[in-house]
């Protein structure tokens, strides 16, 4: 899936290689696919003995009562390409490998339409080039080129029709699938031979694929020395070595190239809100300070009135919308963590217009009602129509979970941006005092949060409708962020709340499930989806705040160790070593959603290197010693 557009707009180019192995004249299909008529046709997996992840590559292992095979994938680093390594291990005899590419050319949005496309097909050189045309579902005008060297190339040129993909089927989209059977590659092995295939669209590779799936080996250990984890737990490692995949490049306007996050895979761009959160575990868990502080600048040059883009468009034409009312104060947190983890202050002085542009524009109001109440310092988001918080779904017109007025992470988060101007300010030479006084209006205000019915805290103050009582998770950001304005009875009894109701093995639900909209599972047509995403569904990239709060609290340390075994036992599941975006209400708590998703990777990050001391506690403005944070994050 090659990003035609770096870095979101993607096109699917190449799906698959079947393959055959032909051993003493007998044939073995080592694929598996599924049809339109129900069948499983071939069946390679009944050869399968093994899959794991080496190095985060995909590892499989076939064998046969002769010979045993195994394949690996690996990207090529700033490339749309892809190498697979395939190797006869010893012991095995000597047999012939084919292997048929079977080429698409289609946004990875959609499906291509039954008649498919017209594409000459040629050798050259010992590669096989594939022209491939501009097409309405989103594919490109390029060449596809598939090498393998000591293979012999043979052009095929037919179709496959009628491949069946169950999982598009469930979530109610188009499931059924053409591909052209482009080139059939045919190479004779012995034992501890090597064959690597590589596939690139645009130009040839420019190496032997063999030595490109080298080097990303290398490049992939060295990341893991880089980022200060060798001596850590499998998990970890893994963890790490999954955030690298979201990290990518986003051109900007003077041909210079900035960084982003992609938000989740396969079908998310990068997002604010998403990069922001994601942050400290993608990069400061990783010791990437450079790469994070090129993030914040991308984004600095992307505010307008105070707000950040909600997402970069992933399909072109899309206009920017600015309809995240969190981004910005979490852009200001980002701000502040990656200077106290590499302390610069020229840099951080860099960055303090658009700090200040931020919270100067949430005071003055800017788009979508986004303004401090003058009556209570509290920050108020409302406009009908629009989601403006992370609880943004919303099927045709309507707003699943519109939090019109003062929603309570929201003032957590300007809260604890203000106590972070006013920090940065001191390190810059600036008078802290404007944003000090204001961080104090507001933590006198904050008590209003709390509710007396339900033992915690109002999701949303001064709706519509009045305050919403709703017991959602939003309320441990107010006790899990790094400046806090809770007493600590109302702290306590957050986290017991959240704990009681809404924590389930690797997440926190968004509803509570005695709550009559409670949806215990995010499944079915989109529609269903959407109404479910935040009515229940939980999600992982809270438990940082969880884990903060709770040490806070004193909180038994058993329940983190529970939390960190779940975390391992999720990286055999789902997406293989990698998280899931959101996880089922309801027990058996089955995953959702995108299989690899950046904040709940990051999420993950943040957990499991938790430094175990106990935070302090104080009244008014609760704060963890990010020395010893930032500390264990090293270690």
Not at 45 to 50: D, K, P, Y
Not at 53 to 58: A, K, S
Not at 143 to 155: E, G, K, Q, Y
Not at 534 to 563: E, K, M, N, S, Y
């Amino acid at each position: 899936v090659a990003a035609t557009q770096q870095p979101a707009v993607r096109t699917a180019v190449l799906s698959k290689l079947e393959e055959r192995l032909f051993v003493r004249g007998v044939r073995h299909d080592l694929s598996s696919n599924l049809w339109g008529d129900g069948s499983c046709a071939p069946q390679g997996h009944r050869l399968l003995a093994r899959f794991r992840l080496e190095r985060g590559l995909p590892v499989w292992r076939w064998e046969l009562e002769e010979c045993t095979l195994e394949k690996r994938i690996a990207m090529v680093l700033g490339e749309n390409a892809v190498t697979v390594e395939y190797r006869l291990l010893p012991g095995s005899c000597p047999c012939e490998l084919r292997l048929e590419a079977l080429v698409t050319n289609r946004s990875h949005h959609s499906l291509l339409p039954e008649r498919g496309f017209d594409a000459p097909i040629e050798c050259v050189n010992g590669a096989v080039r594939v022209r491939l045309p501009k097409n309405d579902v989103g594919g490109v005008a390029d060449d596809l080129w598939l090498h393998c060297p000591n293979a012999t190339p043979t052009v095929v040129g037919t179709w496959w029709r009628n491949i069946e993909l169950p999982v598009e089927g469930d979530r109610g989209y188009d499931h059924g699938d053409s591909l052209l059977h482009a080139a059939t590659f045919a190479s004779r092995m012995h034992e501890c031979q090597r064959v690597t295939f590589g596939a690139s669209l645009g130009r040839p590779l420019p190496r032997d694929p063999q030595l490109l799936f080298v080097a990303e080996q290398a490049r992939r250990q060295a990341f893991l020395e880089s980022a200060g984890v060798r001596k850590s737990s499998p998990v970890t490692k893994q963890l790490v070595l999954a955030s690298d995949q979201f990290v990518v490049r986003r051109p900007l306007s003077n041909a210079h190239e900035g960084w982003s996050v992609i938000a989740g895979y396969p079908w998310f761009a990068d997002w604010s809100r998403d990069t922001m959160i994601s942050l400290p575990g993608l990069f400061l868990a990783t010791r990437r300070v450079p790469a994070a502080r090129g993030v914040l600048e991308t984004y600095a040059k992307h505010l307008s009135g105070g707000l950040l883009p909600n997402r970069f468009p992933d399909r072109v034409g899309e206009e920017v919308e600015f309809n995240s009312v969190d981004s910005p104060l979490l852009f200001v947190r980002a701000v502040s963590l990656v200077h106290e983890a590499a302390p610069d202050t020229a840099w951080l002085r860099s960055m303090w217009p658009a700090m200040r542009s931020i919270i100067e524009a949430y005071q003055r109001g800017t788009r979508h009602g986004v303004q401090v109440d003058p009556t209570d310092g509290l920050v108020r988001a409302s406009d009908p129509g629009w989601q403006l918080t992370w609880m943004d779904a919303k099927v045709g017109s309507r707003v699943v979970t519109p939090r019109m007025g003062k929603p309570v992470e929201i003032n957590a988060l300007w809260f604890d941006a203000l106590c972070r101007m006013r920090e940065s300010a001191t390190r810059i030479g600036e008078d802290p005092s404007p944003w000090g006084r204001l961080a104090e209006r507001v933590a006198l205000s904050f008590g209003r949060y709390w509710n007396p019915t339900t033992q915690c805290l109002f999701d949303v103050l001064d709706g519509p409708d009045g305050h919403d009582g709703s017991v959602r998770p939003n309320q441990i950001i107010a006790a899990g962020l790094e400046h806090v304005a809770l007493s600590r009875e109302h702290l306590q009894a957050v986290v017991r709340k959240v704990r009681d109701v809404l924590l389930v093995p690797l997440a926190l639900r968004t509803l509570a499930p005695s709550d009559s909209r409670y949806a215990s599972r995010c499944a079915g047509d989109v529609v269903h989806r959407d109404d479910a995403y935040h009515q229940g569904t939980a999600w992982p990239w809270l438990l940082p705040f969880f884990v903060r709060a709770w040490r806070r609290t004193g909180g038994d340390p058993t329940l983190i160790t529970a939390i960190r075994a779940a975390i391992a036992e999720h990286l055999c599941d789902a997406g293989l070593g990698t998280v899931s975006e959101i996880f089922d209400g309801a027990s058996p708590h089955e995953s959702r959603g995108c299989p690899a998703q950046a904040w709940s990777v990051a999420a993950a990050l943040e957990v499991m290197m938790e430094p175990p001391a106990d935070a302090t506690v104080t009244e008014g403005d609760l704060r963890l010693d990010r020395a010893a944070d930032l500390q264990g994050l090293a270690q």
